[in-house]
């Protein structure tokens, strides 16, 4: 078979595994992206069989969820009988629990202990102190010239390896049926799906190390199935299912019980609040906040909005700037807004000109220290001086680590103050991502004008307070290889500080605002002056980069500081269900370097209502994500197309990884953090050597090894629109249509023009 032939097989096998994203930007994705073309029922049974996966909540969750009043019987029993099933609820409960699921032991062990231990070898991006030889040559090259010194396996090697990965892979499959060739690929693919989602990462995102030292999933299945030839293992390896089609029946009929009645109380509480209609604040508010629609800043929205004259919208984080970041100090390239939506930006930050003697002494600083902690890995990591350094340095990491176990968060504030004052004084500069020269070149005046319109629009606003900030969030944590997970998922796992500060910049412009004016009809007041802000989920802090204030908006912004650091007690109370000192615990728990559950991130989550504030403003809805939208200025529908198209799509991405790491955490999800190493600086691993964890560990979802914290439910949509403009955006966008048809996400209509009736949508 020629190599485009072997390509293209390896194309259709691989959409069964989506992409394992690197600890350094954790992005939550839908393990089963590549099923989503199917009805979810039909895509989870094939998918289980397929990787050997539990993919529905198991007995003791449903019992967990029933007892504590979160699944009606009514509507358990009303789809037993439609679904003509005999059994109670608590009889068919009964019965998921005597089926538990098959255990069984894997047979290709051995092969896959192997090719996690290359794989490891060579898609190192920086840990290892003594590089694997040969990288820049390839994997397949790099394996082959190294595979002969292995003593686990080169016994086995009892004939000449080509020295092209296609041929390899020919010969490998040569003697099976052309037929069988896509089972045979689609389940060595399966076998290690978090490395396997790695190596398609970086070959699809084109990541610097790809480009340095290349690796594709044709190198990986010629060097797989040629280690699998050499070792007798199956080339063809049967499947293992864990649940046969009747309990999966069974279950499901209990996840959409479940989710019927989520859905059922969420219409409850809405009922409860004055009628939709577009928010109206009877006098200029002294400020206007925009946070991201992150289910965690509805809490600070609703403490916030009782405690002054504030009014709050919800956006997505990247507030609509399709960017990557280069970071100052590092020179590295992240991404910074959706991760399926390609960047056309990219940003980069220098001091303001009265910050940069301060800017330049931290910099030297900084390179000192790099340099003292290089120093010390080097002793520590080298065999003559490893004893010897470890002997005489053990007084000084003794205190430090004492220090970090009863003094945490002394410890954070002195890693962290000065760093974090410094970035107050940073300036935002946005450039085209596919410049030529080497010097970034500010983007043009319309462009600049559309991101800041974009916004506006997305929010359906029109009135300005003297004070508008756009605040990102970020969590911080200590000794955490997820903390990226808890950042903001529209950044692609990234603070969403960076997007509100270039959006920020942008509207203060004076050019900006005039064709705003002119072009637009949109009147931004001279008084009116933006600022950014982060959010510090982990503790609930707000940090405000407001050094260009000026002195007539100070009385304004010290109310704000004010009573940000008031809301910050209530919410760490409300969020944490403590009392007393609930500002303290929450520092202590963000910087504790034992802590297992810094913050619970987006566990809880449940819900997503798409319309004005009026709609959630009266309630408590911190188990939704709320994006601020307002129809009576979407004349033709296309905000909420943006907002459909994008935020949703996130949304449900993170639904989904939510989902399928709570209900098989360990093929979905990071096992236990207990036993978690990290390998390659990349990713991480159980043990010392295991599939690449893709998922959230244990200690994120379940508040122990039994009891959930995080419900596994499908999301569950609201939309306040016509649903004429749902109708059109739904028959134009295949994706969304395939998403919601098949029943990856529920979605609901409050339609105003039929009296704000809520209807299931069906396309």
Wanted: net charge negative; hydrophobic share 40%; with cysteine.
């Amino acid at each position: 078979m020629t190599k485009q032939e072997l390509q293209h097989k390896i194309d259709q096998a691989a959409r069964v595994i989506g992409k394992t994203w690197p600890l350094y930007s954790f992005v939550t994705s839908n393990p089963l992206s590549g099923f989503e073309d199917m009805a979810f029922f039909k895509a989870i049974e094939q998918a289980g069989n397929l990787w050997g996966a539990q993919v529905l909540p198991n007995a003791n969750v449903f019992r967990q969820a029933w007892e504590e009043g979160r699944i009606d019987a009514l509507e358990v029993q009303k789809l037993l009988q439609e679904k003509g099933k005999k059994e109670s609820p608590e009889s068919s409960l009964m019965l998921l629990a005597s089926h538990p699921m098959v255990e069984c032991l894997n047979e290709h062990h051995e092969l896959d202990r192997l090719t996690v231990k290359w794989l490891a070898l060579f898609m190192d991006e920086g840990m290892a102190a003594w590089p694997m030889p040969f990288k820049e040559m390839g994997f397949y090259t790099a394996w082959r010239k190294l595979i002969v010194y292995d003593e686990d396996i080169k016994k086995h090697l009892d004939q000449p390896i080509p020295k092209l990965p296609e041929e390899a892979l020919s010969q490998a499959l040569e003697r099976y049926a052309p037929e069988d060739h896509h089972k045979i690929i689609e389940r060595h693919l399966v076998a290690l799906p978090g490395w396997t989602g790695y190596i398609k990462y970086r070959v699809e995102n084109n990541s610097l190390w790809n480009q340095e030292y290349p690796i594709d999933l044709l190198e990986y299945m010629a060097v797989r199935l040629w280690m699998a030839q050499s070792l007798d293992a199956p080339i063809l390896p049967a499947l293992l299912p864990k649940e046969n089609h009747e309990v999966l029946e069974l279950k499901y009929i209990w996840l959409e019980a479940w989710e019927n009645t989520w859905q059922n109380r969420f219409f409850e509480r809405l009922k409860g609040e004055q009628q939709p209609k577009q928010s109206e604040v009877k006098n200029r508010p002294d400020a206007q906040l925009v946070f991201c629609l992150d289910s965690r800043s509805e809490v600070l929205r609703r403490q916030l909005e009782k405690r002054g004259n504030y009014e709050t919208f919800g956006s997505a984080g990247s507030f609509g700037i399709l960017m990557d970041y280069c970071n100052p100090e590092s020179g590295l390239i992240n991404k910074a807004s959706p991760a399926m939506i390609p960047s056309k930006y990219i940003v980069h930050e220098e001091p303001a000109d009265n910050f940069r003697q301060e800017a330049q002494e931290y910099q030297e600083e900084e390179r000192r220290l790099g340099a003292y902690k290089y120093f010390l890995k080097r002793m520590k990591n080298i065999l003559p001086s490893a004893f010897g350094f470890v002997e005489g340095s053990g007084f000084y990491y003794a205190f430090f680590m004492l220090m970090r176990t009863f003094r945490p968060t002394k410890v954070n504030r002195f890693m962290l103050e000065h760093k974090m004052s410094l970035e107050r004084s940073h300036e935002a500069h946005i450039s085209p991502i596919d410049h030529e020269e080497e010097a970034y070149q500010e983007i043009s005046l319309p462009e600049q004008v559309l991101l800041v319109k974009g916004a506006f629009d997305s929010c359906g606003w029109r009135t300005f307070a003297p004070l508008v900030v756009f605040t990102g969030h970020a969590s911080h944590s200590a000794n955490n290889p997820y903390a990226s997970s808890l950042d903001c998922g529209a950044c692609a796992g990234n603070p969403g500080k960076r997007n509100a500060r270039a959006l920020a910049k942008l509207a203060n412009s004076v050019e900006v605002r005039a064709v705003l004016q002119k072009e637009h009809g949109i009147r931004i007041p001279q008084d009116t002056i933006f600022i950014a802000a982060e959010h510090i989920t982990s503790t609930d802090e707000v940090q405000l980069f407001d050094v260009g204030v000026p002195e007539s908006h100070r009385q304004i912004l010290h109310r704000l500081k004010a009573d940000l650091r008031a809301v910050k007690e209530t919410m760490t109370q409300e969020r944490l269900d403590e009392p007393r000192d609930s500002v303290g615990i929450a520092k202590n728990k963000a910087n504790n370097w034992a802590e297992a559950r810094p913050e619970w991130g987006l566990s809880g989550h449940a819900g997503y209502i798409i319309g004005p504030r009026s709609l959630s403003k009266s309630g408590i809805y911190n188990d939704c994500f709320l994006s601020s939208y307002d129809w009576t200025l979407d004349k033709e529908g296309s905000i909420l197309k943006g907002i459909m198209q994008g935020p949703l799509l996130v949304c449900q991405w993170i639904s989904n990884h939510y989902y399928f790491s709570t209900v098989d955490n360990n093929v979905f999800g990071g096992g236990s953090k207990i036993t978690l190493n990290i390998t390659g600086k990349h990713g991480v691993v159980q043990g010392n050597g295991s599939d690449l964890k893709m998922g959230l560990p244990l200690q994120s979802l379940m508040a122990t090894d039994d009891k959930v914290y995080h419900y596994p439910l499908r999301l569950s949509t609201l939309i306040q629109a016509p649903r004429t403009y749902v109708d059109r955006i739904i028959k134009e966008d295949e994706k969304l249509r395939s998403l919601l048809n098949n029943g990856w996400i529920h979605l609901f209509i409050m339609d105003p023009e039929e009296e704000n009736r809520i209807a299931r949508y069906r396309f």
